[in-house]
């Protein structure tokens, strides 16, 4: 099975379970445009979110690493009309892409996209999420898993990306990235608060994975 297999079977569950329309597909063509890296989550996997916060009826949504808005959008299309989406985003840049791809999709009213280190923004933060989704930095992955137990509840559901990296996450040695993730795990065996699984992925972004954590 090689990366061309993985980003065809992606193409084909795309049109399957309808992954696509105009406003996600602006908002990557625009991320591209302006010069942001290719790395939103696959189509499927932007279902996925888009289907757990509909599953837990998310009324409040935390998102930390914004970079064009693509998973924004479709986090923000879960929530109710008086839901609200919080997406934390480093790169004045990224933001100011990410907010008109929210205008175009029609969510701007929805979602507040706010500037700033993402440790620092959550520790100034009070609100009460129901569903939190990690995408930012990986070597702060347990920072910030750390801070939003302080910003959610029993029964909210976390959800950290890129935590299995090639497969290189069993390396001890690994790079900066890998001891972020090794880092979180450490947090999610001591954390009583948490219960938690991690599923390996194949697909358009290669080899990698996500875990899944449950407030208790
Ligand atoms: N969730 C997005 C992809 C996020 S990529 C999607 O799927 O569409 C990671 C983003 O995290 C980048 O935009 C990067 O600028 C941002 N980031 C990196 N370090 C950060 C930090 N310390 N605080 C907040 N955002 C950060
Ligand atoms: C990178 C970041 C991501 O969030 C991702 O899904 C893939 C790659 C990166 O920083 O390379
Ligand atoms: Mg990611």
């Given amino acids: 099975m090689t990366q061309d297999t993985w980003t065809a079977v992606d ?5 399957v379970v309808g992954t696509s329309d105009a406003a996600l597909e602006a908002a990557l ?4 445009r302006e010069g942001l890296p290719a790395i939103s989550v696959s189509p499927p996997q932007g279902k996925l979110l888009h ?3 509909r599953s837990v009826r998310a009324r409040r949504i935390l998102e930390v690493g914004t970079l064009g ?10 929530l109710p009309a ?3 989406l919080v997406t934390l985003e480093l790169d004045e840049h990224h933001a100011q892409v990410a907010r008109a791809n929210l205008e175009r999709a029609g969510l701007a009213d929805r979602v507040d996209v706010r500037v700033g280190r993402a440790v620092d923004t959550l520790a100034a933060m009070e609100d009460d ?8 930095d990986k070597p702060s992955n347990a920072d910030y898993v750390a801070a939003v137990l302080r910003l959610t509840h029993p029964g909210s559901v976390i959800v950290v990306d890129n935590v299995v990296r090639g497969g290189a996450v069993v390396d ?3 790079d900066a990235n890998v001891q972020g993730v ?8 001591s954390e009583p608060r948490l219960t938690a699984t991690t599923i390996q992925t194949v697909g358009s972004k290669g080899y990698d994975g996500f875990t899944l954590a449950l407030v208790t």
């Fill in 11 to 15: 193409d084909y569950i795309g049109q």
């Fill in 29 to 32: 063509t625009e991320s591209a």
């Fill in 51 to 53: 289907l757990l916060a």
């Fill in 69 to 78: 808005g693509y998973s924004a959008i479709w986090l923000a299309r879960a």
């Fill in 82 to 84: 008086d839901g609200r």
């Fill in 129 to 136: 999420f129901d569903l939190v989704f990690i995408d930012a």
């Fill in 172 to 174: 001890p040695d690994g």
């Fill in 182 to 189: 090794r880092r979180l795990n450490d947090l999610l065996m």
